[in-house]
């Protein structure tokens, strides 16, 4: 096997997708120059578990028609970003690379969510600018295809795995928004070789990776006869649509179950808004109520029909489906997924990083809403438990890249008349007419009163069930 794609950001998921549909390409077509080096990012914890295995890393499905273990053996070289950004830099400049595919989570893009563009006031991505060798993913990949640029190596293609809409078009601006942000000298050349020479498809992916216990590794151990360090844990269930844009070639990942497709970005509001936002929903009423997993929070009747609420009656309406997607089936299965018992996926995993992720899944549900004349009465439950959980969590336990914003944003007492208003006046999250919108609000402090005065979780639950019957 040879390497022809670089992978940034070597977390579970890409390992438990990316991987498998790319061996599972190379397998069918018998194509092996599309090996993956993989990169990892703020932590060098993969990098360093995979490179003594040789890259080899075990996928445990778990659920109903699981698979047998399976040993992946498409990543045939590990590389700790953080530690090596110039070999980053040069593995992405090499002839040899011609697809940079990325799964580094919403935060890893370092946009500003107001205007879509690269956030030139953050620190990590001004230190990539002034010149020393980068260690955000962006600066990467921009320093890569100059790199590329100067020497000839030839067009390339970057591809975002991440949950995010639009998400190849997004990383586009990001990538040309670092070279216009280059001195005078460099800018020039580096955007109108991109022009020629870089494209960047956009893609839906979908499969739930809980984090890898150690009693899964164990697991594995037992059954594999031997110590596994990189094991990943997965659902049996895996979906991929790409856009077909590609400037140097790919690997037949058609073969392996992708579906190419002319309309990724309705696949990618599908997925985001009914089942990335039920996921967060339930995970935020699932922390408000004690809950540990996903599959504990849907099992909770209460819960379970507030989310199947909300994507039914407000997220559903309010999106366009693609062709040949069925959107009740759809928003049923993702329901039947999340009660998956085996799969143990943390609420508060899914529950991290709220402030990058309910703008993209929930707040488009809110102005669909309004915007056709009713209320949004579910989609404000999730957003007031996402407001719960901000101001009830200890600060250490607010997993968020805007947790020390977010706690200066709130007020000392907390209330349902003091958290939503200063929470709704966060600006990274809601825009003006969100927060001056009088019939959000009054729906926000209803939810939150009814989280917030319940004196047991019993009453909580109660009160949600209440609701739910009556309202
Ligand atoms: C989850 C996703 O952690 C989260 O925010 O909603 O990682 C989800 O499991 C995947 O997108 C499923 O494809």
Redesign the pocket.
């Known amino acids: 096997m040879q390497p022809g794609i670089v992978h940034l950001g070597l977390g579970a998921?890409a390992r438990a997708q990316t991987a498998v549909y790319t061996e599972d390409a190379m397998l069918a077509g018998g194509d092996f120059s599309w090996g993956i080096v993989g990169v990892t990012q703020r932590s060098a914890t993969v990098a360093r578990q995979l490179a003594p295995q040789d890259g080899l890393f075990t996928v445990v499905e778990k659920g109903e028609c699981a698979a047998p273990l399976r040993v992946v053996s498409s990543i045939v070289e590990t590389i700790s970003g953080r530690d090596n950004p110039q070999d980053v830099v040069d593995r992405i400049a090499a002839t040899t690379t011609r697809i940079v595919t990325l799964t580094i989570t919403e935060k890893g893009y370092r946009f500003d969510p107001r205007t879509g563009s690269l956030d030139l006031a953050d620190p990590e991505v001004q230190a990539d600018l002034a010149g020393r060798p980068p260690l955000t993913a962006i600066g990467q990949i921009a320093r890569g295809l100059q790199q590329r640029s100067r020497t000839g190596a030839g067009p390339i293609t970057v591809l975002s795995c991440d949950?995010l809409p639009a998400n190849g078009e997004l990383t586009a601006t990001l990538v040309r928004g670092f070279a216009a942000g280059l001195p005078d000298p460099e800018r020039a050349p580096l955007l109108a070789w991109l022009d020629g020479n870089a494209t960047f498809p956009s893609t839906m992916?979908?499969?739930?990776?809980p984090a890898t216990t150690e009693s899964d590794l164990d697991a594995v151990e037992r059954e594999l006869g031997l110590r596994d360090e990189a094991a990943v844990v997965a659902e049996p269930f895996k979906q991929w649509v790409i856009e077909d844009n590609f400037a140097s070639g790919r690997p037949p990942w058609e073969d392996s179950g992708a579906l190419f497709s002319t309309e990724v970005a309705a696949w990618e509001a599908a997925k985001l808004r009914l089942?990335?936002a039920s996921?967060?929903m339930l995970a935020y009423l699932g922390l408000a109520v004690e809950k540990e997993t996903i599959n504990d929070a849907v099992a909770e009747t209460a819960l379970f029909k507030a989310t199947r609420s909300m994507i039914l009656t407000e997220a559903l309406p309010a999106i366009t489906l693609p062709e040949g997607l069925d959107g009740e089936r759809y928003c049923e299965e993702v329901l039947r997924r999340f009660a998956n018992p085996a799969l143990g996926?943390t609420t508060a995993?899914?529950g991290s990083d709220g402030s990058q992720?309910i703008g993209l899944r929930l707040l488009p549900t809110l102005r669909g809403t309004f915007d056709a004349g009713r209320e949004p009465r579910w989609a404000t439950l999730a957003v007031a438990a996402w407001m719960y959980r901000v101001a009830t969590a200890a600060p250490t336990d607010l997993n968020d890249p805007l947790a020390a914003q977010l706690q200066s944003a709130l007020p000392a007492t907390r209330t349902a008349d003091t958290v939503v208003p200063a929470l709704l006046g966060f600006r990274p999250i809601f825009d003006q007419d969100l927060a001056r919108n009088e019939r959000l609000s009054t729906l926000l402090l209803h939810w939150y009163r009814i989280l917030h005065d319940a004196e047991t979780i019993d009453d909580r639950l109660r009160s949600l069930g209440n609701e739910i019957n009556h309202g």
Do not use: Y
């Not at 992916?205 to 990776?209: A, G, K």
């Open positions: 998921f949950n992916v979908d499969r739930m990776v089942l990335n996921h967060s996926h995993k899914v992720k």
